[in-house]
C-alpha cells in the first residue's frame, strides 16, 4: 500500500506548514494514523497519534499546543497542522497507518509507512 506524504519544505521560525498523507481509502478509513519523524542522528520519535475516526488524538509534549492531527475518513487522507514552527522542529516526517482503528504510538504498530517529507525550520 502507498502512502503518500507532501507539504514539507522550508520555512522560518515562528511560521507554520500543513503536512497531508494520503493511503487507499480501504486501508486508513478504519485505521488509525500517525506522524512520525526523524532528526538527524537522532532515533525516530512519534509526534502525533490518531485513531480512526478522529476522536481520539495523541501529541508529544514537545509539539503540544503547536502541532494539531486531523483525518479526513472520506478522502483517506491525515493532516498535520504545524504553526509555531522551531529549529528544532526539523526532520524528515513519515505517516503511517495502523494495524487496527484505535490510536497508537508505538511505531511497531504500524504497518504503512510513507517515504517521508523534509521539514527544515530555519531561525
Known amino acids: 500500500v502507498q502512502l503518500q506524504a507532501s507539504g514539507g519544505g522550508l520555512v522560518q521560525a515562528g511560521g507554520s506548514l500543513r503536512l497531508s498523507c494520503t493511503a487507499a481509502?480501504?486501508?486508513?478509513?478504519?485505521?488509525?494514523m500517525g506522524w512520525f519523524r526523524q532528526a538527524p542522528g537522532k532515533d525516530r520519535e512519534i509526534v502525533a497519534a490518531?485513531?480512526?475516526?478522529?476522536?481520539?488524538?495523541y501529541y508529544a509534549d514537545s509539539v503540544k499546543g503547536r502541532f494539531t492531527i486531523s483525518k479526513d475518513i472520506a478522502k483517506g487522507t491525515a493532516y498535520l497542522q504545524m504553526n509555531s514552527l522551531k529549529p528544532e522542529d526539523t526532520a524528515v516526517y513519515y505517516c503511517?497507518?495502523?494495524?487496527?482503528?484505535?490510536?497508537?504510538?508505538?511505531?511497531?504498530?504500524?504497518?504503512?509507512w510513507g517515504q517521508g517529507t523534509l521539514v527544515t525550520v530555519s531561525s
Open positions: 503511517a497507518v495502523g494495524l487496527g482503528s484505535y490510536l497508537n504510538t508505538e511505531g511497531s504498530k504500524y504497518r504503512y
Open positions: 490518531i485513531n480512526w475516526n478522529g476522536a481520539n488524538t
Open positions: 481509502r480501504r486501508v486508513s478509513s478504519n485505521n488509525g
